[in-house]
């Protein structure tokens, strides 16, 4: 009997495993394609803008809201945590958040079907890796992948990382027949430290072929990152040593930030 038990125990914590390792926090090892921020329901929303439209639902999405007034109540995986500790953590997330941004480097006009960059640069997110889209919309649930607006990524992405060193390992899980002019990145190495205040930066360099019919084009950069692995408050190791975040998988810890509505003159 008690061995029949050990081996389910066993058996579920197998199971359990992979999912952890594999699931989103951790960002998205696996899924090398273009991304819409819809797929992150469980994050939590910078401002409301991000659910303009939405009534009360987009207010609830906002991080304060949806993460840190349940750290700040002791719900959940916080409760372990003494009232003081989850304090700490709540300002260490908030120090996390104002210092994790993303920007957008393009132009104001391009020539009907010309190939231009276009560079997203990030600061923050706690880490192991963060994630850049280019999108059409700053909005979490109606966004598309930029190519829906008309600007083809004709080349792979270049990532550079926060040592400042090119990345290519993600990009690579991609078979190269299939073409690697993704919209959506994992940027990896990414460690910030928010009790020492110490933020991670990196970068990415999309190219992209404009639209030949001449006209106002919309082009969003949105920044998918986590909060709570930056600080020891924010996760439990489980035994095999991975990081479990407190708020567990699908708690608010993952953020979804916006540059706002870039808007291109084709000519
Ligand atoms: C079931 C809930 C859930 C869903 C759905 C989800 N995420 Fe997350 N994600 C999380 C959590 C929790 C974290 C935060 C980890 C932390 O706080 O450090 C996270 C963090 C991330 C990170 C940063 C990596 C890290 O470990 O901090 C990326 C990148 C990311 N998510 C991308 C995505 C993308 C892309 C999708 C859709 C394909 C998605 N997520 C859907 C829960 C989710």
């Known amino acids: 009997m008690r061995l029949h038990r050990a081996i389910a125990i066993l058996s579920a914590s197998v199971l359990a495993t992979p999912f952890a390792a594999w699931a989103y926090p951790g960002g998205t090892p696996n ?6 921020p819809f797929c992150a329901s469980c994050h939590s929303s910078r401002s409301v803008d991000a ?8 207010e609830k999405e906002v991080a304060e809201q949806k993460h840190i007034a349940v750290i700040l109540a002791g719900d959940k995986g916080y409760a372990s945590l003494s009232e003081a500790d989850r304090k700490t953590l709540a300002a260490q997330i908030r120090a996390l958040d104002t210092a994790s941004s993303v920007s957008l480097a393009a132009p104001e006009k391009v020539a009907a079907g010309a190939t231009f960059e276009v560079t997203v640069s990030v600061t923050g997110g706690a880490g192991p890796a963060v994630g850049v889209a280019l999108v059409d919309a700053a909005h979490r649930w109606l966004a598309r992948p930029i190519a829906a607006a008309g600007f083809a990524v004709v080349a ?14 993600w990009l690579a899980k ?10 959506f990145v994992n940027i990896t ?3 910030s430290d928010s009790a020492a205040q110490s933020w991670a930066s990196a970068r990415v360099t999309f190219t992209l072929r404009a639209p030949q019919q001449p006209g106002s084009y919309p082009l969003t950069a949105a920044y998918f990152y986590g909060t709570e692995k930056s600080t020891v408050l924010g996760y439990t190791e489980n035994a ?12 608010g810890s993952g953020r979804l930030l916006f540059t706002s509505v870039h808007k291109i003159a084709v000519e």
Do not use: C, H
Not at 174 to 183: G, V, Y
């Open 156 to 169: 792979p992405p270049k990532i550079i990382g926060s040592d400042g060193q090119p990345q290519l390992d």
């Open 174 to 183: 991609r078979p190269e027949d299939m073409d690697r002019n993704l919209s």
């Open 51 to 58: 659910l303009a439209g939405e009534g009360e639902r987009a």
């Open 31 to 36: 899924y090398q394609t273009d991304a819409a």
């Open 240 to 251: 095999m040593g991975w990081k479990e975040v407190r708020g567990g998988f699908g708690g």
């Open 189 to 191: 190495g990414i460690a």
